[in-house]
T-cell receptor, first 113, second 112 residues
Framework: QKEVEQNSGPLSVPEGAIASLNCTYSDRGSQSFFWYRQYSGKSPELIMSIYSNGDKEDGRFTAQLNKASQYVSLLIRDSQPSDSATYLC?????????????FGKGTKLSVIP | DAGVTQSPTHLIKTRGQQVTLRCSPK?????VSWYQQALGQGPQFIFQ???????QRGNFPDRFSGHQFPNYSSELNVNALLLGDSALYLC???????????FGPGTRLTVT
């Protein structure tokens, strides 16, 4: 059973601070990793994808990947109240012909004004 | 650029009934995946359709079936509904090689 683990939170950070969200995965062969943001009552929205070890930056978001440690993280700089949501980590399963994403349960982030 | 669309938005069904949910992928995408999201959980993969065929299936019973049409739109059918089928059903579109999947707004199914 391939697993993706996230702290459920809630993670509370003050406005303007850096929020750090973490995710570990069990499938050592996985090559594709994604972060989705989901507001309450809405569907997941893709915010970052990362495929290679290291950091990938997009605006206030930075995704970090360490395949040796089977660890992926998302940093949100200058956090805003509008960033308050559940953040889902998703990993594409390895193996020939596998396209499904395995999701963690999500980390609930609360940015306090 | 049209995003992923789903219909209906909400649906209430009685145990034992059958339901059909519909999805149109993002413009330029040819692959559709379906996920079930229970409250407080991450989405669970049901199956993926490409070239009008089921390409991969998750751990869901045969009561869950689907179809993809020549215009790449897709349907999810669930027979003999159970109370436990109550969930948010999400459609995601992507390109055939894999990569990023973009979700539609979802269909909230309630089984009573």
């Amino acid at each position: 059973q391939k697993e993706v683990e996230q702290n459920s939170g809630p993670l509370s950070v003050p406005e303007g601070a850096i929020a750090s969200l973490n995710c570990t995965y069990s499938d050592r062969g996985s090559q594709s990793f994604f972060w989705y943001r989901q507001y309450s009552g809405k569907s997941p929205e893709l915010i970052m994808s990362i495929y290679s070890n290291g950091d990938k930056e997009d605006g206030r978001f930075t995704a970090q990947l360490n395949k040796a440690s089977q660890y992926v993280s998302l940093l949100i700089r200058d956090s805003q109240p509008s960033d308050s949501a559940t953040y889902l980590c998703a990993v594409r399963d390895s193996g020939a012909g596998s396209y499904q994403l395995t999701f963690g349960k999500g980390t609930k982030l609360s940015v306090i004004p | 650029d049209a995003g992923v669309t789903q219909s209906p938005t909400h649906l209430i069904k009685t145990r034992g009934q059958q339901v059909t949910l519909r999805c149109s992928p993002k413009s330029g995408h040819d692959t559709v995946s379906w996920y079930q999201q229970a409250l407080g959980q991450g989405p669970q993969f049901i199956f993926q359709y490409y070239e009008e065929e089921e390409r991969q299936r998750g751990n869901f019973p045969d009561r869950f079936s689907g179809h993809q049409f020549p215009n790449y739109s897709s349907e999810l059918n669930v027979n003999a509904l159970l109370l436990g089928d109550s969930a948010l059903y999400l459609c995601a579109s992507s390109l055939s090689w894999g990569g990023e999947q973009y979700f539609g707004p979802g269909t909230r199914l309630t089984v009573t």
